[in-house]
């Protein structure tokens, strides 16, 4: 499998992008994106579980019933959330004008929206762009796509993968945006799949669903979910490859690139994550079942103290197990073990002493490493990544509408 992200939406077969400046942003800032393919095809699609949605997430369920797409549509800047009736009728705007350039039907155009929540859509704006949109779609344009929908992002994400199923090369490419607010079931963030495989729709739903219960549900940043999250995956079956169905070791193959697509984007906004120094993969084993593995990975995980001592490099590890303590799961602590990288820092619930402690400082001190958690209860296990968590968030976040 070779990986070549330089195209990102836009590699796969039939895909064309753009992004432009419509004036949502200051001068000369890209804040409107367009994805199109030359051809309908199967969707899927996973939104943010916050009860307050955003008009987008709401116009994109009624449009994911038919199951077809061709287009998405995505502005940064403004998330068209909390902003009543007027903020569908922007959405449906957004959607229909679109549809109308292109001689498609309304249902096949998706809609993202990204930014300050509780401010009125300069629907006018997007709208008078809309023309320029799509006389500047390239099939090279995926860069320029990955730049408009960021906010506080400081690079694009973007991932191409290829692989060979059933004896057919297909591509899949993608685009995210992603720095704050980022926690499982969906966080502050935008991803969007591109696929040339040819797949049954309820297929393609079923493997995104899994995609992102690995990928973007395990990660975190600072413990928020907000209101616009959603990632879609759009195949347009221009591969001609033999229709992926459930069940099939073709669909395990195309499962499995779409989890290390959407796994390469989800820490690619860890990485990205406002303030972060550090990038750190909390790995739990030996749980009865998995939602018990889970909960103790999202408990360590999401700890102020663990994350703080994080950026402190401070190895701190009795923050570790106290977290583990208080994560609701019933547990022996006298069983569990605790690695630091490759250094064990907890046998059985006992600390094994200065030389391991000093060994664990200098894991600490690394941008990227993995705390590994032994339950010895069973044959479970989950794993989150989590980020440290700076003065540069808060300098961030105090200061996000100014």
């Known amino acids: ?159 191409v993968l290829r692989g060979r199923v059933n004896g057919t090369v297909i591509t899949i490419g993608g685009i995210a945006k992603g720095s704050g607010m980022i926690h499982p079931d969906m966080a502050t963030m935008l991803a969007f799949l591109t696929t040339d495989a040819a797949i049954e729709p309820a297929t393609l739903q079923r493997a995104l669903t899994s995609a992102v219960d690995q990928s973007f549900n395990c990660i975190t940043v600072d413990g928020d979910t907000s209101t616009n999250d959603m990632v879609l995956c759009l195949a347009n ?41 550090k990038v750190v993969k909390i790995a739990v084993s030996g749980a009865k079942t998995e939602a018990a593995a889970k909960r103790v990975a999202s408990t360590v995980a999401t700890s102020n103290l663990v994350k703080t001592a994080l950026f402190g490099e401070d190895a701190n590890w009795g923050r570790v197990m106290a977290a583990i303590g208080r994560s609701d799961v019933p547990i022996d602590p006298n069983r569990v073990t605790v690695r630091f990288g490759d250094v064990v820092m907890v046998r059985k619930g006992t600390g094994t002493g200065l030389d391991a402690e000093r060994k ?28 440290d968590l700076s003065y540069e968030y808060v300098r961030i976040n105090a200061s996000y509408r100014s």
């Open 1 to 159: 499998m070779r990986n070549d992200r330089a195209q990102g939406v836009t590699a796969p077969t039939g895909f064309q992008a753009t992004g432009l400046h419509c004036g949502i942003k200051k001068a000369g800032i890209l804040d409107l994106a367009l994805i199109v393919s030359e051809v309908a095809g199967p969707i899927a699609g996973v939104f943010t579980k916050n009860r307050v949605q955003a008009a987008p997430v709401r116009l994109n369920r009624l449009h994911l019933g038919r199951r077809q797409g061709r287009a998405i549509i995505v502005n940064s800047g403004n998330a068209n959330a909390c902003t009543g009736p007027d903020g569908l009728v922007a959405a449906k705007a957004m959607a229909s004008t679109v549809a109308q350039a292109l001689s498609i039907p309304t249902h096949q155009v998706f809609v993202g929206s990204t930014g300050v929540i509780g401010r009125p859509l300069p629907i006018d704006r997007i709208i008078g762009h809309v023309p320029t949109l799509i006389a500047r779609l390239s099939p090279r344009g995926g860069k320029q796509a990955a730049r408009a929908i960021l906010t506080t992002d400081l690079r694009p994400k973007t991932v």
């Open 237 to 277: 079956g221009m591969a001609r490859n033999r229709p992926i169905r459930e069940g099939t070791r073709h669909y395990r193959a195309f499962e499995q690139m779409l989890r290390e697509a959407s796994e390469r984007l989800a820490l690619a906004i860890c990485r990205d994550g406002e303030g972060v120094t």
């Open 360 to 387: 664990i400082a200098r894991v600490f001190k690394q941008r990227e490493f993995t705390i590994s958690i032994d339950l010895d209860q069973g044959k479970a296990h989950a794993h989150m990544w989590t980020t």
